[in-house]
């Protein structure tokens, strides 16, 4: 655990660290020892939240369900990681000296970790450095959103053959073939310029974590990563339109954990066959096949036993006028899941109500139409475990049943641009705060008070706030 909490400080000073990411590098660093009871993921979250707990690192931004989002060090935490990661050799920072004339680099044939700012990689690369020490390179901007395009990085290959960790995600990156070279790779993350990525990437065999962004509307994965048996995360910034399977390779199973963002025509028997070990998919495209009843792609879902999170954003299209519907297999082949989010599908909202059958189901975020019409029917049933509910811009939307307050588990809603069902939010909170009164008066141990007040706890967010201020003056 010391030295996840030194490498840290690989990040600038002030960096918002994407939790999730940091996770992926201390696994593909070797920085997580997984055991037979638990995967490498859970372990590294345990270790953030360790040392979130014993105030080391700060977080930044929480997910609705009380996840770290993005976290950072203190600033003198961050000099103190800096230099003991330096001193131990962690890991190694190639930076300005004090004079700012020219770059202080430590030397490269002692080095196994090297960690840059984006500003100064240019000079960097211009002094033409070589070594096959280096396992890691990692290149963050100061500012969160800051990029830049360098020709010479195509050299990369050159500059440090064995590399095992490549962060360069604030560089716009052009393949040459030479890239492939690098085939000790377990973490990359890059930015294109291009719509697809090239057929070699299928010789990563040793890759662990695969981040791809771009701004192309879509990218098409040439590569075979079926071969990738070590991959356990494919993250794209857009809909990813993966490679069609192999016969030979339709009976084997990957490690795969996390498909983000992917086509909904990607999603073929064949693919979920493979992948069956998913626990996160994201699904970003036309919906309306994907979810037909008698021969959609969806159908291929009871491969996923273990799918613990699910997203399905709809993109429409204007001359299609197809309804889409929930399948009736929707609830029966996600029994595991934990949290869903719905984007742009139009459900009716007399749908609504099955998935409260969905007996894991602890996080429910309905954005942006998710569901269209005013009603949503009050005869509300399941839900039981439930405990934080989202609903954006669902602008028709005149009320949320009432009944929703019965739902012991619920202790979160959030109501973002949904301004005609405020009053009836509001009215859940107050039958809440009602039920806790009457379970108070009841109990008089002291130890039954604490868990009771636990659980019953409700916290009611409206935004914008001024939305809940005019409706409580009508």
Same mark, same amino acid.
Request: charged share 25%.
């Given at each position: 655990?010391?030295?996840?909490?030194?490498?840290?400080?690989?990040?600038?000073?002030?960096?918002?660290?994407?939790?999730?990411?940091?996770?992926?590098?201390?696994?593909?660093?070797?920085?997580?020892?997984?055991?037979?009871?638990?995967?490498?993921?859970? %372990?590294?979250?345990?270790?953030?939240?360790?040392?979130?707990?014993?105030?080391?690192?700060?977080?930044?931004?929480?997910?609705?369900?009380?996840?770290?989002?993005?976290?950072?060090?203190?600033?003198?935490?961050?000099?103190?990681?800096? &230099?003991?990661?330096?001193?131990?050799?962690?890991?190694?920072?190639?930076?300005?000296?004090?004079?700012?004339?020219?770059?202080?680099?430590?030397?490269?044939?002692?080095?196994?970790?090297?960690? #840059?700012?984006?500003?100064?990689?240019?000079?960097?690369?211009?002094?033409?450095?070589?070594?096959?020490?280096?396992?890691?390179?990692?290149?963050?901007?100061?500012?969160?959103?800051?990029?830049?395009?360098?020709?010479? !990085?195509?050299?990369?290959?050159?500059?440090?053959?064995?590399?095992?960790?490549?962060?360069?995600?604030?560089?716009?990156?052009?393949?040459?073939?030479?890239?492939?070279?690098?085939?000790?790779?377990?973490? #990359?993350?890059?930015?294109?310029?291009?719509?697809?990525?090239? +057929?070699?990437?299928?010789?990563?065999?040793? $890759?662990?974590?695969?981040?791809?962004? +771009?701004?192309?509307?879509?990218?098409? *994965?040439?590569? =075979?990563?079926?071969?990738?048996?070590?991959?356990?995360?494919?993250?794209?910034?857009?809909? +990813?339109?993966?490679?069609?399977? +192999?016969?030979?390779?339709?009976?084997?199973?990957?490690?795969?954990?996390?498909?983000?963002?992917?086509?909904?025509?990607?999603?073929?028997?064949?693919?979920?066959?493979?992948?069956?070990?998913?626990?996160?998919?994201? #699904?970003?495209?036309?919906?309306?096949?994907?979810?037909?009843?008698?021969?959609?792609?969806?159908?291929?879902?009871?491969?996923?036993?273990?799918?613990?999170?699910?997203?399905?954003?709809?993109?429409?299209?204007?001359? &299609?006028?197809?309804? *889409? @519907?929930?399948?009736?297999?929707?609830?029966?082949?996600?029994?595991?899941?934990?949290?869903?989010?719905?984007?742009?599908?139009?459900?009716?909202?007399?749908?609504?109500?099955?998935?409260?059958?969905?007996?894991?189901?602890?996080?429910?975020?309905?954005?942006?139409?998710?569901?269209?019409?005013? !009603?949503?029917?009050?005869? !509300?049933?399941?839900? /039981?475990?439930?405990?934080?509910?989202?609903?954006?811009?669902?602008?028709?939307?005149?009320?949320?049943?009432?009944?929703?307050?019965?739902?012991?588990?619920? @202790?979160?809603?959030?109501? =973002?641009?949904?301004?005609?069902? %405020?009053? /009836?939010?509001?009215?859940?909170?107050?039958?809440?705060?009602?039920?806790?009164?009457?379970?108070?008066?009841?109990?008089?141990?002291?130890?039954?008070?604490?868990?009771? &007040?636990?659980?019953?706890?409700?916290? $009611?967010? #409206?935004?914008?706030?001024? &939305?809940?201020?005019?409706?409580?003056?009508?």
């Amino acid at each position: 655990m010391k030295a996840c909490f030194l490498y840290c400080a690989v990040f600038p000073q002030d960096f918002e660290i994407p939790a999730w990411k940091l996770i992926r590098l201390w696994i593909s660093e070797g920085l997580i020892s997984s055991n037979l009871k638990s995967s490498p993921e859970d %372990i590294a979250e345990y270790y953030l939240n360790d040392l979130i707990n014993r105030n080391l690192v700060i977080v930044v931004q929480k997910r609705i369900n009380g996840q770290v989002k993005t976290c950072h060090l203190h600033n003198m935490l961050h000099h103190f990681c800096k &230099m003991v990661g330096n001193n131990g050799g962690l890991f190694q920072e190639v930076c300005e000296k004090q004079d700012q004339t020219s770059l202080s680099i430590p030397v490269l044939d002692t080095s196994r970790r090297l960690c #840059i700012q984006l500003s100064l990689l240019k000079d960097f690369i211009s002094t033409e450095p070589s070594s096959e020490h280096v396992r890691s390179f990692l290149c963050f901007p100061r500012k969160q959103k800051e990029s830049e395009r360098l020709s010479n !990085i195509q050299l990369l290959h050159k500059v440090f053959p064995l590399i095992r960790v490549l962060d360069v995600e604030s560089l716009e990156f052009s393949f040459t073939k030479c890239f492939v070279k690098l085939f000790h790779l377990r973490y #990359i993350s890059i930015s294109v310029q291009s719509n697809a990525l090239p +057929t070699f990437f299928g010789k990563f065999w040793n $890759l662990q974590t695969l981040i791809i962004n +771009t701004k192309a509307p879509t990218i098409e *994965i040439k590569a =075979e990563i079926w071969n990738m048996l070590r991959l356990r995360h494919l993250h794209t910034n857009v809909p +990813t339109k993966l490679p069609s399977l +192999t016969t030979q390779k339709a009976y084997e199973s990957s490690f795969l954990q996390t498909l983000s963002k992917v086509l909904p025509e990607s999603c073929s028997e064949d693919v979920l066959t493979w992948a069956c070990n998913l626990r996160k998919v994201s #699904i970003q495209g036309q919906m309306a096949d994907f979810l037909e009843t008698d021969k959609g792609g969806f159908n291929n879902f009871q491969k996923l036993k273990c799918l613990e999170q699910l997203k399905l954003l709809n993109e429409e299209v204007r001359s &299609m006028s197809k309804v *889409i @519907q929930l399948p009736p297999v929707f609830v029966r082949f996600l029994h595991k899941l934990k949290k869903l989010t719905l984007s742009n599908t139009r459900f009716s909202w007399s749908e609504v109500n099955s998935l409260g059958k969905l007996e894991c189901l602890e996080v429910l975020k309905l954005k942006e139409n998710a569901f269209s019409g005013t !009603i949503w029917d009050s005869e !509300i049933g399941g839900f /039981s475990r439930l405990k934080y509910l989202v609903i954006k811009s669902c602008n028709k939307l005149e009320a949320v049943p009432v009944e929703l307050a019965d739902v012991r588990a619920l @202790q979160d809603m959030t109501l =973002e641009n949904t301004k005609k069902a %405020i009053n /009836s939010a509001k009215e859940i909170q107050r039958r809440k705060q009602e039920i806790h009164q009457e379970h108070m008066t009841e109990i008089k141990d002291k130890k039954k008070v604490t868990e009771t &007040m636990e659980s019953f706890k409700f916290k $009611l967010t #409206i935004f914008p706030p001024e &939305m809940a201020d005019c409706t409580s003056m009508q």
